[in-house]
């Protein structure tokens, strides 16, 4: 069979192909271009186009090169109510639900932070309740994955099945003879196909090995799980193609020198992007966390300056979490200014807002601010919290633990009404909360109060001196 063999330049940061290397590709990245060869066959041109046609081509040709038929929207059947059971609560719920047959589930995270476990923890309850699923590893050996299976698994079922391969050919082939009804791959950047001549890992690699993937999943129905590394930023390595390619993009993160992890969706087809799953790594594998807030709460029984109770709505629930601040007289030179679970930019905003509407000196402080257990909240749910702690830090004088902040604070001080708010205050009340302080607009709009609780509504930032005189 004839090879041809040509030089293209791919860019590591989005996979643009180029036929000559450029300075600044065309996402805007510098020095990114990398050389590599790529083989090209009568074969390789074949199984391109079964993949376009099993994924609907950009041109909407079969694998013979003719029009494919279009369908009405209104006919095509819905597989919502045909998700695959993961046996992990906190998993489905991250996913929306469960595993949608033929979908791509991107995971990454650190090493070590539990990524392996999860998914072989999963991998054994469906091989238990669906079918057959296939693990491939192209990192650790049978025996390896075996150790981890009996420590965090128990009973294995005859229908997990092993394999350490990282030829993409070969996964493909084992795929067709056995037809797994669930597929991991450990990890894309130790898989290759013959087809290209670059070392696995690369641009190209990774692109090529997506793609097989993606057909296989699609062509059979077989949801898959592509395990990837993540770079010193915490980011996915590799071309940002793949996270384009798939249909849902988790992230595990998590300090390992503590037990808890959480796991987040950043992309999802399927289902909301903000929801997040919660579980303590312990000998026997990954444990849920069903009641995170209480977890996340349990440390703060005593009053202390600069601690103040706040919460978030995440996907759908409610999250009750503890915000800390500390300022200290800088020395010399500009205050620093840190911030770790919240965006060190926000929070320069409402240090500006404390100084300008509140009169609090702040210019020749260092300013310290953390959200308790690792955790970063989207949304603007903290920012009257952030702005209570500080404040709290600053004058020496601490809230009632029994009290709840939120709220979100504008550049004229005022404060913008949350969303989700009596759900909060439901929660607070469950938790054993006093007191609510929120915006006076989400009072006027609550229908219903738990008995037990008492709402405070303030309109601007200033309206939370008073609480600590």
């Known amino acids: 069979m004839a090879k041809k063999q040509k030089t293209v330049f791919v860019c590591q940061e989005c996979g643009y192909e180029s036929s000559k290397w ?67 609560g906190e998993l489905n719920r991250v996913l929306g639900g469960g595993l949608v047959p033929g979908s791509l589930t991107l995971i990454s995270g650190e090493p070590g932070i539990g990524k392996s476990t999860i998914i072989i923890q999963a991998a054994a309850h469906i091989a238990a309740a669906e079918g057959t699923v296939l693990y491939v590893s192209g990192e650790e050996s049978e025996e390896q994955i075996k150790m981890r299976a009996d420590r965090v698994c128990g009973d294995l079922s005859d229908r997990l099945f ?59 129905g077989i949801p898959v799980f592509i395990v990837a590394h ?10 940002r193609i793949l996270e384009h390619m798939v249909d849902c993009v988790l992230s595990f993160t998590g300090d390992r020198s503590h037990e808890m992890r959480i796991l987040r969706a950043n992309k999802n087809r399927f289902g ?32 202390s300056d600069g601690a103040i109770a706040t919460a978030v709505y995440e996907g759908t629930r409610p999250l009750v979490l503890e915000v800390q601040a500390l300022t200290s007289p800088c020395g010399v030179g500009f205050p620093r200014r840190t911030a770790l679970g919240i965006d060190t930019t926000r929070l320069n905003m409402i240090l500006a807002v404390l100084e300008k509407k509140m009169g609090l000196r702040l210019s020749d402080q260092d300013v310290y601010v953390n959200i308790v257990g690792g955790l970063r909240p989207e949304g603007t749910y903290t920012d009257l919290a952030v702005a209570a702690a500080v404040i709290s830090s600053c004058l020496g004088r601490p809230l009632n633990s029994k009290t709840l902040v939120l709220g979100e604070i504008g550049l004229t001080g005022d404060l913008r009404s949350i969303q989700n708010a009596d759900k909060i205050v439901r929660e607070a009340d469950r938790l054993g ?3 609510v302080i929120l915006p006076v607009r989400n009072v006027q709009h609550l229908r219903e109060v738990p008995p037990n609780i008492r709402l405070t509504g303030i309109r601007s930032v200033g309206e939370l001196r008073p609480f600590f005189d």
């Open 433 to 435: 909360f006093e007191r």
């Open 272 to 303: 909301t992007t903000s929801e997040i799953g919660a579980f303590e790594m312990a000998a026997e594998g990954l444990i849920e966390i069903e009641n995170l807030s209480s977890v996340l709460m349990e440390e703060m029984d005593r009053e």
């Open 162 to 220: 092993i394999l350490a391969e990282t030829n993409m050919e070969n996964v493909s082939a084992v795929c067709q003879t056995i037809s797994p009804a669930f597929l991991v791959v450990d990890s894309i950047q130790t898989m290759y196909t013959e087809e290209l001549e670059s070392a696995p890992g690369s641009v190209s690699q990774v692109r090529a090995c997506g793609n097989e993937l993606m057909r296989i999943g699609k062509s059979f």
């Open 230 to 239: 993540v770079t010193k930023s915490g980011d996915l390595a590799g071309p």
């Open 22 to 88: 450029m300075g600044q590709c065309i996402c805007g990245a510098w020095n990114s271009m990398v050389e590599e060869k790529v083989v090209q066959t009568d074969e390789t041109d074949r199984r391109r186009r079964v993949s376009s046609a099993a994924k609907g081509g950009s041109a909407g040709s079969d694998a013979s090169g003719r029009a494919g038929k279009p369908s009405r929207l209104m006919d095509v059947r819905s597989e919502e109510g045909a998700r695959i059971d993961t046996g992990i």
